[in-house]
C-alpha cells in the first residue's frame, strides 16, 4: 500500500491551519484621502478598494481551513503616531497582545480603522513579518500545525536579500507563504521568490522546498476594477500551491496524519 497521504488526510488527522494578513502601508499605494490611491476608502459609494477586494475575495476562502476563523492582522511600512520611525509590523487593531480579527468582516473593519490613523512610508520591507511568523511557526512545531501568511503588497520589495534569507530559514518550519499583488506595479521579482522550477539559493544555503505563491489580483478583476470576475478563480490559484506545501513538509518531518497530535 502507499505510503502517500493527501492534504486532506492530515486535516481530518488533526493538523490545523493557521492563517495570518500582512497588508502593505507604504507610500508608493498613493494617498490615503486619494481617489488614485489603492487604499482610498470611498464613503459615498462604498465601491470596495483594492486591498478591500483581496481581503474580502481570498478572506471567505481561507477562513473555512481556519476553525476559528480568526486572523492576527497586520500591516507595515507605516508610521504609527504617536511614534516618528516607520514600523515593519503593527497590528491593524492596535493590539500588539492580541492582534486577531474574527472573520472577515472584522479583519476589514479594523484594516479601515488603522489606514485612517497612520502615515504611510516606506520601504517595503518583507523580512521583519515573515521572521515574526516563522517565529510562531518554529514554537508551535508541534505536528499539528500549519501557518500560511498572506501579504498583499502594491511594490517591489526592498528587502530582497533578506526576504531570500527569511524565505530560506523558514523552508523547513511547518509553514507558507502568499504573496498578493495589487495595483499595477512590475511584479517581475517575485517569480524569483515563487520558485516553482528551483530552490531559492543565497550564499551557499538553499531552501529544503518550495514555500511561496505569488498571485497578481489584477488577472481577476474587472474591467471597471470594480470587483473580482470570478472568486473561484482567484481561489484556487491563490491556495493552489498549499496541499503540495503541506505534503512536502510533511513528508520532510516523516509525518503521516495519524501521527498527528
Same mark, same amino acid.
Given at each position: 500500500?502507499?505510503?502517500?497521504?493527501?492534504?486532506?488526510?492530515?486535516?481530518?488527522?488533526?493538523?490545523?491551519?493557521?492563517?495570518?494578513?500582512?497588508?502593505?502601508?507604504?507610500s508608493s499605494n498613493g494617498p490615503v484621502d486619494s481617489a488614485t490611491s489603492l487604499h482610498f476608502i470611498d464613503t459615498i459609494t462604498g465601491r470596495?478598494?483594492?486591498?478591500?477586494?483581496?481581503?474580502?475575495?481570498?478572506?471567505?476562502?481561507?477562513?473555512?481551513?481556519?476553525?476559528?476563523?480568526?486572523?492576527? =492582522?497586520?500591516?507595515?511600512?507605516?508610521?504609527?503616531?504617536?511614534?516618528?520611525?516607520?514600523?515593519?509590523?503593527?497590528?491593524?487593531? =492596535?493590539?500588539?497582545?492580541?492582534?486577531?480579527?474574527?472573520?472577515?468582516?472584522?479583519?476589514?473593519?479594523?484594516?479601515?480603522?488603522?489606514?485612517?490613523?497612520?502615515?504611510?512610508?516606506? #520601504?517595503?520591507?518583507?523580512?521583519?513579518?515573515?521572521?515574526?511568523?516563522?517565529?510562531?511557526?518554529?514554537?508551535?512545531?508541534?505536528?499539528?500545525?500549519?501557518?500560511?501568511?498572506?501579504?498583499?503588497?502594491?511594490g517591489i520589495i526592498c528587502d530582497m536579500p533578506q526576504t531570500i534569507r527569511s524565505i530560506i530559514r523558514s523552508s523547513s518550519l511547518p509553514m507558507?507563504?502568499?504573496?498578493? =499583488?495589487?495595483?499595477?506595479?512590475?511584479?517581475?521579482?517575485?517569480?524569483?521568490?515563487?520558485?516553482?522550477?528551483?530552490?531559492?539559493?543565497?550564499?551557499?544555503?538553499?531552501?529544503?522546498?518550495?514555500?511561496?505563491?505569488?498571485?497578481?489580483?489584477?488577472?481577476?478583476?474587472?474591467?471597471?476594477?470594480?470587483?473580482?470576475?470570478?472568486?473561484?478563480?482567484?481561489?484556487?490559484?491563490?491556495?493552489?500551491?498549499? #496541499?503540495?506545501?503541506?505534503?512536502?513538509?510533511?513528508?520532510?518531518?516523516?509525518?503521516?496524519?495519524?501521527?498527528?497530535?
Open positions: 500500500m502507499s505510503d502517500t497521504h493527501s492534504f486532506f488526510d492530515y486535516l481530518q488527522g488533526g493538523m490545523e491551519m493557521h492563517f495570518a494578513v500582512a497588508i502593505d502601508f507604504t470596495p478598494n483594492s486591498y478591500e477586494i483581496a481581503l474580502r475575495s481570498i478572506g471567505e476562502i481561507i477562513q473555512y481551513y481556519n476553525s476559528t476563523h480568526q486572523f492576527p =492582522g497586520f500591516a507595515f511600512g507605516a508610521i504609527v503616531p504617536p511614534k516618528t520611525v516607520v514600523s515593519h509590523r503593527f497590528p491593524l487593531n =492596535g493590539n500588539m497582545e492580541q492582534p486577531y480579527c474574527e472573520g472577515v468582516d472584522q479583519l476589514i473593519y479594523w484594516y479601515r480603522q488603522c489606514i485612517s490613523k497612520v502615515i504611510l512610508y516606506g #520601504p517595503t520591507n518583507f523580512a521583519p513579518i515573515i521572521d515574526y511568523t516563522a517565529d510562531i511557526a518554529s514554537k508551535n512545531s508541534n505536528n499539528k500545525n500549519y501557518f500560511v501568511l498572506l501579504i498583499i503588497t502594491d507558507s507563504i502568499i504573496i498578493v =499583488g495589487v495595483g499595477n506595479a512590475d511584479f517581475t521579482a517575485m517569480d524569483e521568490l515563487d520558485s516553482d522550477d528551483q530552490p531559492l539559493e543565497m550564499e551557499g544555503k538553499k531552501a529544503v522546498r518550495d514555500i511561496v505563491q505569488f498571485v497578481s489580483l489584477n488577472k481577476y478583476i474587472r474591467k471597471d476594477g470594480s470587483f473580482i470576475q470570478s472568486q473561484g478563480d482567484l481561489a484556487r490559484d491563490v491556495l493552489y500551491e498549499i #496541499p503540495d506545501q503541506v505534503e512536502s513538509y510533511m513528508k520532510l518531518r516523516g509525518l503521516k496524519p495519524g501521527m498527528i497530535n
